[in-house]
């Protein structure tokens, strides 16, 4: 079983600083992919990276696949209340087949 | 904007019994999952439904487990006979084409099962 570990766990910083989160594993991933899930709703895509040291952004939202596509990270500068939610990374092995990370929860507090 | 809906959003029952899940996908999506998450845990893959059949599980996805897509629209999990660790978020997802891994998964808001 493929195992995404994400870190930090849990992250708390004020309005307009910088965070980055990872996303870590020891298998290689065909893919991964980035999803933001509100309280009560069902994760939603943020994006899908699939080359190693593909290098994506999304407004204040950097997002790296590591060369070796084992890992990734999710960088967003100057963070804004709108922002908190759990992050999660998922990885692509087999075509039909996700695997979750274990999620990082941000709080961003205005 | 289309949507995948999930019913119940909550469901209460009593283990040993059977609970059905129900998910409407998004109307043009070919492609049907089942993922759940326990609470304060990780989202997990369950299933995955494809041209009527199933196309992929996890180990999770036991003989308790079934799926159907009974009516061309409705997609439906089945549990036989419900255990307390079942007590999970079951979120539906779906997609239009070419597999979850680089394409769009769109996923329902989830129904809450909690088994006492």
């Known amino acids: 079983t493929q195992l995404l570990e994400q870190s930090p766990q849990f992250l708390s910083i004020q309005e307009g600083e910088n965070l980055t989160v990872y996303c870590n594993s020891s298998?290689?991933?065909?893919?991964l992919q980035w999803y933001r899930q509100e309280p009560g709703e069902g994760p939603v895509l943020l994006v899908t990276?699939?080359?190693?040291?593909e290098v994506k952004k999304l407004k204040r939202l950097t997002f790296q696949f590591g060369d070796a596509r084992k890992d990734s990270s999710l960088h967003i500068t100057a963070a804004q209340p709108g922002d908190t939610g759990l992050y999660l990374c998922?990885?692509?092995?087999?075509?039909?087949?996700?695997?979750f990370g274990t999620g990082t929860r941000l709080t961003v507090i205005p | 904007e289309p949507e995948v809906t999930q019913t119940p959003s909550h469901q209460v029952t009593q283990m040993g019994q059977e609970v059905i899940l129900r998910c409407v996908p998004i109307?043009?999506?070919?492609?049907f999952y089942w993922y759940r998450q326990i609470l304060g845990q990780k989202v997990e893959f369950l299933v995955s439904?494809?041209?009527?059949?199933?196309?992929?599980k996890s180990e999770i996805f036991d003989d308790q487990f079934s799926v159907e897509r009974p009516d061309g629209s409705n997609f439906t999990l089945k549990i036989r006979s419900t255990k307390l660790e079942d007590s999970a978020m079951y979120f539906c997802?779906?997609?239009?084409?070419?597999?979850?891994?680089?394409?769009?998964?769109?996923f329902g808001e989830g129904s809450r099962l909690t088994v006492l």
């Open positions: 998922a990885g692509g092995v087999s075509w039909d087949n996700l695997f």
């Open positions: 298998s290689v991933f065909s893919s």
């Open positions: 990276v699939v080359t190693g040291g």
């Open positions: 109307s043009n999506h070919l492609y």
């Open positions: 439904f494809y041209n009527n059949e199933i196309s992929e």
């Open positions: 997802a779906s997609l239009l084409a070419g597999g979850p891994v680089t394409g769009e998964l769109f």
